[in-house]
């Protein structure tokens, strides 16, 4: 089983910068996968982005390229996501996941793992 913490979220105009971090414990022994998806109310939850392991390659939503940035953390089995230039449409509560680094990395139905979330609010 494979725990997911994520911190981070708050409230920013539009415009603004905030940073995501999601620490992952338990089985984390693997070569695990992690991104991020999100969720605005009375909306389907979508993905933002995501990293692979070993590798590290990167993937992203066509809403948010140029402007969010996902990267592993300094410590192990951590991962940010950078969010410039915040606009409102870009608030939603923001979920960390994980897997087995296998497959899609963009479909949100291939990640077992899931964090509480965070929420995330760009004021205009």
């Known amino acids: 089983q494979v725990k997911l913490i994520e911190s981070g979220g708050g409230l920013v105009q539009a415009g603004g910068s905030l940073r995501l971090s999601c620490a992952a414990s338990?089985?984390?022994?693997?070569?695990?996968?992690m991104g991020w998806f999100r969720q605005a109310p009375g909306q389907q939850r979508e993905f933002v982005a995501s990293?692979?392991?070993?590798?590290?390659?990167?993937y992203y939503a066509d809403s948010v390229k140029g402007r969010f940035t996902i990267s592993k953390g300094n410590a192990k089995n951590t991962v940010t996501l950078e969010m410039n230039n915040l606009k409102p449409e870009d608030t939603a509560v923001y979920y960390c996941a994980a897997k087995v680094s296998l497959g899609s990395f963009v479909s949100g139905d291939s990640f077992p793992y899931w964090g509480q979330g965070t929420q995330v609010t760009v004021s205009s």
């Open positions: 990293i692979t392991g070993g590798y590290s390659t990167t």
């Open positions: 338990g089985r984390t022994a693997g070569n695990y996968a």
